[in-house]
């Protein structure tokens, strides 16, 4: 067994943190045993960490790994033609196995680095790149392969049946830690998408995808599904919203749409450091409140620019600024233990409650004498990329070091 005295923040849901500044956290077969109060236990081995602060590992339920070398690299060019001009050229390179391992051996050592032990990860279409997506994953992650049969670049555009295969052959594979991937509605003929719905129920898969991010794109999925009220409601009809339907941004909606959310029990991920860097507008958070829809918040690199959390979280506080006060321990909620919920993880992680994983982050900063749980985390959000670059003392991920500065 194995005790850590330390600083301890605690997100038990969004309103309620709890934070013990003189706290103990008990390890014992990679699971917490105990976590409250310092207090002594027989048999153990003590790591004094009075001059550090720990926190749950962070949870990022949208993250494209095929885009890690372009993070941020052309924000301000909006969705349409930035996904055209600068992002299938990058996807497309994943045909190349070497470059696909190159590539996915840096994003997760980057991923670790900065905290996130919980993720829900989008490849490419390329089968052969997915399965080294699932080889070189040292975490806890579910991974999908991107599928586009229409209005794709010619590298990247496959035959109805083809994705439909792939998607099988991997989703029979992996099971509970793969998302079926529709792009979005644009890249994908409705008949893909109706068989994409199939293979998740009959596998248990989860599925993914990005809906109502931008104008020009909702007008464009008007246009290819005249048939259809709105985008929610292509998805619906194809019988892809699900409780373990995961849906990125979803700012731009009408109330009908919402309800269809709710009634399907479909969950959502908000990325605002992508929205900002796309200029695609702010989410209505307040809207998803009042309907009691989960979700939690995410990077969505590259179109987000940094894979740390602490960058989104700062980001979550302040594009909501002048419509809602959200808090530090607030933001940190939606970073960790929101996530594990809206994949159904919490009985086995996404805050430091006993029995679960022990998945956590020992921060390399110190509390002070008044401190509170908001002040620290504020005065880490305060600072920029480079401090979160170094704020991570420590990455223990089932009760395993994985990472040290
Ligand atoms: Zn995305």
Redesign the pocket.
């Known amino acids: 067994m194995i005790l850590y005295r330390t600083t301890i923040i605690n997100p038990i849901s969004a309103s309620k943190c709890q934070f013990f500044q003189d706290g103990a956290i008990l390890i014992k077969n990679k699971k917490i045993v105990y976590c409250g109060n310092y207090k002594k236990f027989p048999n153990t081995k003590i790591f004094d960490y009075r001059e550090k602060v720990i926190i749950p590992g962070f949870c990022d339920t949208?993250i494209?790994l095929p885009q890690f070398e372009v993070r941020g690299t052309f924000s301000g060019t909006k969705l349409l033609p930035w996904l055209k001009k600068y992002i299938w050229p990058e996807e497309a390179k994943f045909l190349n196995t070497n470059h696909a391992k190159k590539v996915s051996q840096k994003f997760y050592k980057d991923l670790i680095k900065n905290g996130t032990l919980n993720t829900l990860i989008?490849g490419t279409i390329h089968e052969k790149a997915v399965e080294i997506v699932f080889n070189t994953c040292p975490i806890r992650a579910i991974i999908g392969k991107v599928m586009m049969d229409q209005n794709s670049s010619k590298e990247l555009l496959e035959t109805t049946k083809k994705t439909i295969k792939i998607t099988e052959n991997l989703a029979k594979k992996y099971k509970q830690n793969f998302a079926v991937t529709p792009r979005f509605a644009p890249t994908c003929s409705f008949e893909s998408m109706k068989q994409a719905a199939k293979i998740a129920k009959k596998y248990k898969t989860y599925i993914q995808t990005?809906i109502n991010e931008n104008k020009d794109e909702i007008k464009w999925v008007k246009k290819l599904f005249p048939k259809f009220k709105s985008y929610t409601e292509v998805y619906q009809k194809a019988a892809l919203l699900t409780e373990k339907t995961i849906l990125?941004h979803m700012i731009h909606f009408t109330q009908e749409e919402l309800k269809i959310i709710k009634k399907t029990k479909t969950k959502i991920t908000h990325c605002p450091t992508s929205n900002i860097a796309l200029k695609s507008g702010r989410m209505p958070i307040e809207k998803l409140l009042q309907e009691k829809i989960p979700f939690a918040i995410s990077t969505?690199v590259g179109?987000g620019p940094d894979t740390s959390m602490f960058d989104v979280m700062k980001a979550f506080i302040k594009i909501h600024k002048k419509h809602k006060k959200i808090t530090p321990t607030e933001s940190l909620y939606y970073a960790t233990l929101a996530g594990a919920q809206i994949l159904g993880w919490q009985k086995q992680t996404g805050n430091l409650i006993k029995g679960k994983s022990a998945d956590l982050l020992i921060l390399d900063t110190k509390a002070q004498k008044n401190d509170t749980a908001n002040t620290i985390l504020q005065k880490i959000m305060q600072k920029g990329k480079n401090y979160y670059d170094n704020i991570i003392y420590k990455t223990i991920f089932q009760g395993k070091e994985i990472y040290k500065k």
Do not use: I, V
């Open positions: 949208h494209h989008w990005h990125a969505d179109a």
